[in-house]
Nanobody, 123 residues
Framework: VQLQASGGGLVQAGGSLRLSCAAS????????MGWFRQAPGKEREFVSA????????YYADSVKGRFTISRNLAENTVYLQMNSLRPEDTAVYYC?????????????????WGQGTQVTVSS
């Protein structure tokens, strides 16, 4: 599966962005999807994930209540709605896919990765 992330940009603190991750391939519905981010000089960290059906979602504590992950199986797309953005949310955001990750929170569990989209939140 190939992934294409988009929707990043520059926004002021308190603002919103919606990231999209478009997947190619007919088996998109078989994959769990995750969003990770990496700030300069830091390790890649978990942001959010959703299981194959969309029935289960997971969030990092730092984004709970502000970010919402969803998926549209018909459009082969997963979204990350980001509200109340903070300067510390600034990072390159990556989407990832794996059939059955043993641990949704670990980037090493995901086989397929998109190219990343930059999110910059100004104070």
């Amino acid at each position: 599966v190939q992934l294409q992330a988009s929707g990043g940009g520059l926004v002021q603190a308190g603002g919103s962005l919606r990231l999209s991750c478009a997947a190619s391939g007919r088996t998109f519905s078989s994959y769990a999807m995750g969003w990770f981010r990496q700030a300069p000089g830091k390790e890649r960290e978990f942001v959010s994930a959703i299981n194959w059906s969309g029935g289960r979602t997971y969030y990092a504590d730092s984004v709970k209540g502000r970010f919402t992950i969803s998926r549209n199986l018909a459009e082969n797309t997963v979204y990350l709605q980001m509200n109340s953005l903070r300067p510390e949310d600034t990072a390159v955001y990556y989407c990832a896919a794996e059939v059955r990750p043993s641990n949704y929170f670990l980037p090493t569990e995901y086989k397929y990765w998109g190219q990343g989209t930059q999110v910059t939140v100004s104070s």
